[in-house]
């Protein structure tokens, strides 16, 4: 015969069926609720300048002037004139900065990606120890060819073959007798510096070079430009990446016969997909909203997107809100796509950096 404690169920309170979690894994239906708001909440502070655009995108000057409205249909009537505007009477021009944006920034990109991938598993598989005095000779020969290029009017091409000529042989005579060596560590740091230069320090120089070599207003002056600045992002990040695959890998494919080359782009990189597809993204996206360079090494044939945003905003009418939402929602379309496409590599290479962090 069972006790009276036995034969009477437990009861839960009110306060146990609230913040006592239901299983395991779950949360209780009072934190759930807390968490839940929270996230919608922080969800519509984020897509709100999202919505904004879009909205603003489809009203009229004078909605847009004597607003704020929110609601279409019941604040605000919508109408395309914008995109009538954009689509109709400018088509050509946005067409044109649209296309070279996307192929400035695709090759941008893939320049980037490849180059600072193999600098970064290079960086973390071998060990280099380059003499300081060698690599000042370097960038003293490399001077003194821009100085004759520039100054005595000698062909950059000739001043930059004789400035290798003599720099490899005042290396093969004075390597021996330098003491200082630079190691991987300096060599990344020096490559991560780059980027903490601020753009407007060089777009000048950059500027007057390829001015010099007849290159302005084209889209290998761009790219170039857009590879370069991005690279030490591609090396910092993807440096990471390789260091977390495991070595014993690479050593069993080369016992089989597989080259350093191979052994590369058939194990490490697959392995490292992840970090690829994030860093792929945020380079896109930083070539795809680079102003500064753009602005001086274009002027018609090479214009981009943020040229043609700033254009519609320096306008004598003043800023036309409405013209630039639409140019605004165009552009975010790429970005969004592939990042909808990389979602899945990209919360993977996110969370394994926040781990190795």
Known sequence: MKSPSQAIPHRKT??????????FGKMAPATAVIVYTLLIAWTMFVLF??????????KLPIDVNSGPYFLPFIDFTPDLHAWRELFVFDFRDTLKAYLN???????STALCVSIGSM??????????RPKFGTVFLFVLAMAAAFFAAGSAGVDWRLAVAVALIIFYFLARALAPHFKGELKNGDILFWIISQRILSPIVVVVPIYMMFQYVQLLDTHIAIILTYAVVNLPIVVWLMYDFFVSVPIDLEESAQLDGATRLTTFWEIVLPLSR????????????????????????????????????????????????????????????????????????????????????
């Not at 909203?289 to 003043?318: C, D, H, W």
């Open 101 to 107: 944006s996307i192929v400035i920034a695709l090759s």
């Open 274 to 357: 992840t970090g690829l597809a994030a860093t792929t993204l945020l380079v896109m996206i930083l070539a795809w909203n680079e102003y500064l360079f753009a602005l001086f090494l274009s002027t018609t044939k090479a214009q981009t997107m943020p040229i043609l945003v700033a254009a519609m905003n320096a306008g004598e009418r003043g800023i036309l809100w409405w013209s630039m939402s639409v140019v605004i929602i165009v552009m975010i379309i790429p970005v969004v796509v592939m990042a909808i496409v990389l979602q899945r590599f990209i919360s993977r290479g996110v969370l394994l950096g926040a781990v190795k962090g």
């Open 119 to 128: 600098a970064a598993y290079a960086l973390a598989r071998f060990k280099y």
């Open 14 to 23: 009110l306060t146990s069926r609230l913040f006592e979690p239901t299983g």
């Open 49 to 58: 300048p999202i919505y904004w655009v879009f909205i603003t995108s489809f």
